[in-house]
């Protein structure tokens, strides 16, 4: 008794139809894989790092040496520029009106007062004029006014008299050494200078006296208190207040006023030092400017040091007004134009080549070239203007050539974009530095000789002056102006071509590509690996040339890599010089191997030089693209032969056992990841088969390739190369004209016999 379900309503059988996941549905799932977050984790510390390097959140400065701007640049805030000539003027006042510092030795004016008072005591000793050494008297006499006889004897006599009675008095000489004490104390503090020395270069009407020998700060006192001669009057008119008698005081000073020491020395190093306190406290002098009022730059007139210098000052200020709000918003503004590069980016490498998004190393290689070329792009452009076009074509160049045209002119956009932004420039020069990188993006095709990546950058400079030049015109600058900014353009570019000559053999490296020169050195048939198949196996050696002819032609028929595909062609079959004897082509008439062998071990044999080959060529170092067709020129098809035979064999052992399960005559594969690996499957198997035509006319060439490539075909082996159906055609083709030109007639003599 079987249970029959219930029928279910129209509702309920639409309710229960289940559709894929919709878009946001899927890309929150992928979010939400450890590896697709770990990519965007490091998408992000890019754009970071670019944001920070670049200082995106303030505008760059925009202004160079020779620019000509096209109206008057008016301040755009307020700001003071520093007036040097007016600074170093006012501090070298100040050096002049800095006060000199002197060292005061008291000691000469006390051996002066000393001296005096002993003087006094020797001429007291004497009672009379003439006991008095006249010499030592002679010290104390007053100058004569002019006119004035000199006295006569008696009158001397007279004076000398008057000058012992004022020292009679007891006490009187140590109350007059007193008061001289009193009257020498300050010029003994003080100091006493004939002039002001002429090395100075101080000021010139105060001085400050310190102690000689001791750390006492000094006082500051005028010059004309210790010059000499305005001590001198001022101490003639202190000794007549002070001693009780003017006489006294008249021959004192008259003893004391020649013999006046000079007792402040200057200390150079300590007025240097009060010179050089004076200038640093003398505040740097600026010339103001107004905002939205003073002048900056005018118009029509080229840059030079002096305005370049304004502006940068006009700009720095700017800078340090904007607010946190500013910032934000264009810090914003740049990681969005970054977020944007990027998602753009991604979009087209998850499309197009999805081996730079499953491959971690490519991706950080990728991001890391252009981060560092943005970077480098920052720093050359601060030291030479148009410089920053050098690491916009490396950086180009090198996409072009580990991965395709497409991508480098994409990315290198992408570059420029960041680049025009983080500089500065304006349309005309984003305009040049986009036409340049794309000019040697599109001519940098293949490179077969060391010369090519210097006729790029030619080729590159070719467009950069011309799109300087006619955007110049456009921006109706001057001729000058535009043929100096198109040479230089120009020069970049051709450093950059030869740049990339050098680092060619690095790249190849880092991205593990080969250009079509690498190719041509490969493809030598001096290499050891070729030499050894031709000794070995000369029939294999036979066999991969003809396969290299064909595969190169149908390759280039798609716009694939002939060279390329010729190369891995020489190399396909490299395994086989390992048991040569087991493949056909290196058999001699009636010698076959296999006729000891099962199938199962003549497949077994037969599989084994693919593995063999790929072994072979990674311990001789080959690239990976050559040893992918090494593993791929097979697939996963079927062992015809052997496979027919076995299962021949069971049918007739077991009739009843059904067909033989052909995965163990199959080869491992992988299937052909390529367009050019999908030309060499089909260029091997049509060379292989044409050579038991008896009659390889071009009808039975034709009706091969077909069948051939059909069989591959529906077996689902072109399923992951990328080829499509117009390309099987268009290879199918040139398979079939090659062939016919390889078994094409031939005149028979008369006398000709068959051999």
Not at 246 to 254: D, L, M, P, S
Not at 256 to 263: D, F, I, R, S, V
């Amino acid at each position: 008794m079987s249970i029959v379900p219930p029928r279910r309503t129209r509702q309920q059988r639409v309710a229960a139809v289940e559709l894929p996941p919709g878009m946001w549905k899927t890309l929150w799932t992928n979010l939400q894989r450890g590896a697709v977050l770990l990519r965007l984790a490091m998408c992000a510390a890019a754009a970071i790092f670019l944001w920070a390097f670049t200082r995106a959140w303030d505008p760059p400065f925009n202004h160079r040496l020779g620019e000509v701007p096209h109206r008057n640049v008016i301040a755009r805030v307020d700001f003071d520029q520093p007036d040097p000539a007016a600074t170093n003027k006012a501090r070298d006042e100040a050096r002049r009106f800095a006060i000199g510092e002197y060292d005061q030795n008291p000691e000469p004016l006390v051996q002066l007062r000393g001296q005096l008072v002993s003087d006094i005591g020797k001429v007291l000793q004497a009672k009379t004029l003439t006991e008095v050494d006249p010499a030592q008297w002679k010290q104390f006499q007053p100058p004569l006014a002019a006119g004035t006889p000199d006295p006569t004897p008696e009158e001397q006599a007279a004076q000398f008299e008057r000058f012992r009675e004022a020292f009679s008095a007891e006490g009187a000489m140590d109350a007059f050494s007193d008061k001289l004490a009193d009257v020498m104390a300050p010029y003994e503090q003080r100091g006493l200078l004939k002039e002001l020395p002429e090395d100075a270069q101080a000021n010139t009407e105060r001085i400050l006296v310190r102690t000689k020998g001791t750390s006492a700060f000094g006082a500051e006192v005028s010059v004309s208190e210790v010059r000499i001669k305005q001590a001198a009057a001022k101490l003639q008119q202190s000794l007549k207040e002070e001693l009780p008698s003017v006489e006294v005081a008249e021959r004192a000073f008259a003893w004391l006023e020649p013999k006046l020491p000079e007792t402040l020395t200057l200390n150079k190093a300590a007025t240097v030092l009060n010179q050089d306190k004076a200038a640093a406290d003398q505040p740097e002098i600026t010339k103001p400017f107004a905002k939205g009022k003073d002048l900056l730059a005018e118009a029509n007139k080229p840059l030079n040091e002096d305005s370049l210098k304004l502006l940068r000052l006009e700009h720095e200020a700017a800078l340090e007004q904007r607010t946190a709000s500013e910032r934000l918003h264009r810090s914003v503004a740049a990681l969005g134009m970054f977020v944007g590069l990027y998602t753009l980016a991604g979009f087209y490498l998850y499309r197009r080549d999805r081996r730079v998004v499953d491959e971690l190393l490519r991706l950080v290689a990728l991001l890391g070239l252009f981060v560092a070329c943005v970077a480098l792009a920052k720093v050359v452009s601060q030291y030479a203007w148009g410089a920053d076009v050098i690491p916009l074509l490396l950086f180009a160049m090198i996409i072009a050539i580990a991965y395709q045209q497409e991508m480098a002119l994409l990315l290198s956009i992408c570059a420029t974009l960041v680049v025009v932004v983080s500089i500065g420039h304006g349309f005309t020069e984003a305009l040049s530095l986009a036409a340049t990188v794309a000019g040697a993006v599109l001519v940098l095709r293949q490179v077969r000789t060391r010369s090519r990546l210097l006729m790029v950058g030619f080729a590159a400079a070719a467009v950069g002056f011309f799109t300087t030049v006619g955007v110049g015109i456009l921006d109706e600058r001057s001729w000058t102006t535009l043929l100096t900014d198109g040479f230089k353009v120009a020069l970049w570019s051709v450093i950059a071509g030869s740049l990339m000559t050098v680092m060619l053999p690095t790249v190849e490296k880092m991205f593990g590509v080969e250009t079509d020169l690498s190719l041509i050195e490969l493809g030598d048939p001096a290499h050891p690996l070729l030499q050894e198949l031709i000794r070995r196996a000369p029939g294999t050696y036979n066999h991969s040339i003809t396969v290299a002819s064909l595969a190169e032609a149908a390759a280039e028929s798609i716009g694939a890599r002939g060279l390329l595909v010729r190369v891995g062609a020489y190399f396909h079959d490299i395994g086989k010089m390992l048991k040569p004897q087991y493949f056909i082509e290196n058999q001699t008439k009636g010698d076959n191997r296999h006729d000891s062998l099962v199938p199962a071990m003549s497949t077994l044999v037969i599989i084994a030089h693919v593995k063999d080959g790929a072994d072979l060529a990674r311990q001789n170092r080959l690239p990976e693209s050559i040893i992918d067709f090494i593993q791929q020129h097979h697939g996963t098809t079927l062992v015809e032969y052997f496979y027919r035979q076995a299962n021949q064999k069971k049918v007739q052992e077991d009739p009843d056992g059904g067909v033989l399960d052909e995965s163990a005559f199959r080869y491992p594969g992988p299937k052909p990841q390529t367009r050019e690996a999908g030309v060499l499957m089909l260029a091997d198997a049509v060379e292989s088969a044409s050579r038991v035509l008896k009659e390889p006319t071009a009808s039975r060439i034709e009706n091969l390739v077909h069948e051939i490539s059909m069989k591959r075909l529906l077996d689902g082996q072109f399923d992951e190369s990328g080829l499509t159906l117009e390309d099987i055609r268009k290879i199918g083709e040139s398979l079939v004209k090659s062939l016919t030109a390889v078994y094409h007639g031939r005149v028979k003599y008369p006398d000709q016999e068959t051999a």
